[in-house]
């Protein structure tokens, strides 16, 4: 049984999380207050207000029926009261139009009426809700009372709820805009970072937002800073060693070109020429093409320009592709995996897809292949597979290693999988 896991049900994003951990904590306590203020709050003050008309209309229909009924003692309740008062209403107990007998808390003021007399009373809200009218019917005639009815009943009760509903959403909306502030610079972070790890400049990064934000961007920046000198120092030492290496060959290949031509120097000049690829893409590996800087690459034009120099390798007509990248390091990419199928194999399919965020290369040939749990170890700098990539075949085991450190760096991916031609298929995919 798969246990309950509070991630699964909230947002992924901190901005989101960020959100739902203010707007929660805040909608809720606004809809217990509510609750609390309309269930028991008010119900509690409109219950005393109508226990209180209830008393004073059962008294002055006490009044009206008995004996000491006069119409200066009527005035003067009328007066001390502040409601209006008609012992004898003649015109029966016909409502003036629009009269509603329901009305807010109409049964708990009848519950209330009910419970201090047991005169015969009716009323009803007239003058658009405005006036409560009691009708008392008397043995002998009909009392008729007026009473406003702000007095019977809490009037404008929804007020203090929207008041208190502008005032929150005012508070979570400078929440929110305190909060899109503090994740904007974590996001800008994130960028920047990215950036960095494809090797793109950025500009105009400055620290912003809380101090730990503007400490881990200080962070990323000291790194980064590090981490440039030191890949500056080790290219120039690498440098160094290329021109130390190349003179030493190029000075053999010119002494094995005075010399008289025989199997034994062809097989001096193909030993240096061979010493020279290994030396180019030893380098090539260690500077990590550090000095590149990225660019707009045309993908299809490219693979089609690269495919020119292969006999074997075919591409079906590819849909139009841009995206940013080191132009030298992806035609080196794409160079030594075309050449590796073409190598292994007798046929190299090339294919473009042009995905939604990113773009996919598929290269496939029908070679031996490599079996899926080799897959990985290919990846190795100097690796060499015994069984389905044999070690006759010249190279330095460096192809596939250059190929996804060039991936890593463009925010891409490579993967080797089984081929529809019976082979290996390299699928490279790069972002655009």
């Known amino acids: 049984m798969p246990s309950f896991r509070l991630r699964d049900y909230t947002p992924k994003g901190l901005y ?47 009044l009206c029926a008995s ?14 009261l502040g409601m209006a008062i008609d012992c004898q209403y003649t015109r029966g107990l016909s409502w ?3 009269a509603e007998a329901r009305f807010g808390y109409a049964r708990i003021l009848r519950q209330q009426l009910d419970n201090v007399t047991e005169r015969d009373i009716d009323f009803r809200a007239i ?54 502030n503090q994740v904007r610079s974590i996001l800008a972070l994130t960028e920047a970072a990215k950036a960095y790890g494809r090797g793109r400049e950025v500009s105009a990064f400055h620290p912003s937002g809380a101090t730990e934000v503007r400490d881990a961007i200080r962070a990323v920046s000291d790194m980064r800073a590090r981490l440039t000198s030191f890949a500056d120092q080790r290219t120039s030492m690498l440098a160094g060693v290329s021109h130390d290496l190349r003179t030493p060959l190029t000075r053999l290949k010119l002494q094995l070109a005075m010399m008289e031509p025989s199997d034994e120097i062809d097989g001096a000049r193909a030993d240096l020429d061979e010493m020279s690829r290994m030396l180019e893409e030893y380098l090539a590996f260690a500077s990590g093409e550090e000095g590149e800087q990225p660019d707009l ?3 299809d034009h490219m693979v089609g320009t690269l495919l ?3 006999d074997r390798a075919h591409m079906a007509p590819p849909p139009v592709m841009t995206l940013m990248a080191r132009p030298l390091a992806l035609g080196r990419t794409l160079s030594n995996l075309i050449s590796n199928a073409t190598q292994y194999g ?38 060499r597979l015994d069984e389905a990539r044999t070690q006759n075949v010249p190279g330095t085991g460096l192809g596939l290693t250059l190929a996804r450190d060039f991936a ?15 082979g290996l298929r390299v699928r490279l995919r790069l972002p655009y």
């Open 408 to 422: 890593h760096a463009h925010g891409g991916d490579i993967r080797l999988e089984d081929s529809p031609l019976g």
């Open 346 to 383: 007798e046929r190299c399919e090339v294919r473009l897809i042009k995905g939604p965020r990113r773009a996919e290369i598929l290269i496939d040939d029908d070679g031996p292949g490599i079996a899926p749990e080799d897959r990985e170890a290919a990846f190795r700098p100097f690796h």
């Open 16 to 62: 989101a999380r960020l959100t739902m951990l203010v707007a929660v904590p805040v909608v809720t306590i606004f809809a217990i207050t509510t609750l609390y203020y309309y269930q028991y709050h008010i119900r509690d003050v409109n219950e005393k207000l109508s226990q209180s008309i209830a008393r004073e209309v059962a008294l002055i229909g006490d």
């Open 96 to 98: 003036p139009e629009g």
């Open 67 to 80: 004996s000491d009924y006069t119409a200066a003692a009527t005035a003067t309740f009328e007066d001390r």
């Open 308 to 310: 020119e120099r292969f």
């Open 127 to 180: 003058e658009k809700g405005a006036v409560l009218d009691f009708r008392v019917v008397n043995d002998a005639s009909t009392v008729r009372i007026l009473i406003n009815r702000k007095r019977a009943l809490a009037a404008n009760t929804h007020f203090t709820i929207v008041w208190v509903m502008l005032g929150g959403l005012v508070m979570l909306g400078m929440a929110f805009a305190f909060l899109r």
């Open 297 to 299: 690459v045309r993908l």
